[in-house]
């Protein structure tokens, strides 16, 4: 049978309304003539089965220490990095993110420490912002240790903020965070790659740690996962920093997160806005750059992205990308027009 290419439409769409008033997103639709694929607010005819319409944001890297750390509390605010962007977060029925830190008491971290720690309620903020579930699989929830991650999950609990990708245990760590969702259920897997943290960053049966990326454990995790939940989603926190495109341990994990049935890969870590692909007609985003940071030394370490994810069922039927600037070391705002086209061309869309 010859296949027929068929053409396809583009539509830039401007001032599209997210929330409260003189607060919008920029972005760019994709069309073709047999269905409509969104990368952002497209309306996609609905199955004949009506099922539930599902609205998750993911968002990239939140560091509250540090530069920002020391903004929240020169403010008095744990509100203060999201308060140009909460209204955006709120209005969707989930919000995940990276927590790229350990929440736990100690010294204040001044610039140039690479070893992070955020004053405890700090994750009330992330509560107030709509942020419903993190990763804490990433090179940086281990920094103060066994003791730290058992605050940041003792703090995040209490908050009602639930966690994935790290724990007391192997187990632990590997167990998949869920959300039941207008009656779909979600469930969530994190993995860390084992190039970006020393060997002893990783949980084992005895120790507490990170969840690191093994293909064969993710594929039975995933296939584990799908039993129980209606939608399986892998956030992977892997790469090399500061590149705009993904590198063959990212492809190559997230390629058989999907063959295992994953509907949908986050990726978080090189701080910058990677290209997007669609394989085997699933999303994979393999870094939606840094959210809440305090990298201002680059244009690129400043944009980040906001992906709002539309689910009807268990199936993503529509994806809205919005690009964010940090300001002020720790805030960031929904860019438009020009400054917009720039991170929204990161992705890498084909026309």
């Known amino acids: 049978m010859k296949h027929v290419k068929r053409p396809i439409a583009f539509t830039l769409v401007f001032a599209i309304a997210l929330g409260c008033a003189g607060v919008f997103a920029y972005s760019l639709r994709i069309t073709d003539d047999a269905q409509a694929a969104s990368i952002a607010t497209v309306a996609v005819v609905a199955p004949a089965n009506k099922t539930a319409s599902v609205t998750l944001i993911a968002v990239g890297d939140i560091m509250l220490s540090r530069n920002v750390g020391a903004k929240i509390v020169k403010h008095k605010d744990v509100n203060y990095p999201f308060l140009k962007v909460r ?86 760590a590997t167990k998949p965070a869920t959300l039941t969702l207008k009656g779909v259920k979600f469930a969530f897997l994190a993995y860390n790659d084992s190039d970006v943290v020393p060997a002893s960053y990783g949980a084992t049966v005895k120790r507490a740690g990170n969840a690191l990326m093994d293909i064969p454990t993710m594929k039975d995790a995933v296939k584990a996962a799908k039993k129980k939940a209606d939608v399986v989603i892998v956030s992977m926190h892997s790469g090399i920093e500061y590149t705009p495109t993904p590198n063959k341990r990212q492809t190559a994990f997230a390629h058989a997160a999907i063959d295992a049935g994953a509907e949908l890969v986050i990726g978080h870590h090189p701080h910058v806005v990677q290209t997007v692909e669609k394989y085997k007609g699933k999303w994979i985003m393999y870094s939606l750059g840094n959210f809440v940071f305090d990298q201002m030394w680059s244009q690129d370490t400043r944009r980040g992205m906001i992906a709002k994810i539309r689910f009807t069922g268990s199936k993503v039927t529509g994806i809205e990308y919005s690009p964010v600037l940090i300001e002020d070391y720790s805030q960031p705002r929904i860019l438009t027009g020009k400054d917009a086209d720039a991170v929204i061309a990161r992705l890498g869309l084909k026309k």
Request: charged content about 20%; proline content about 3%; aromatic content about 4%.
């Open 87 to 172: 209204d955006v977060l709120k209005k969707a029925d989930a919000v995940f993110a990276n927590l790229e830190t350990p929440i736990t008491a100690g010294a204040p971290v001044l610039t140039g420490s690479f070893s992070f720690r955020s004053d405890p309620g700090v994750e009330k903020g992330m509560k107030n912002a709509g942020i419903s579930v993190v990763s804490l699989a990433n090179n940086h929830t281990m920094n103060k240790g066994a003791t730290g991650l058992r605050d940041t999950i003792k703090y995040l609990d209490k908050a009602k903020i639930a966690h994935v990708g790290a724990g007391a245990t192997l187990a632990d």
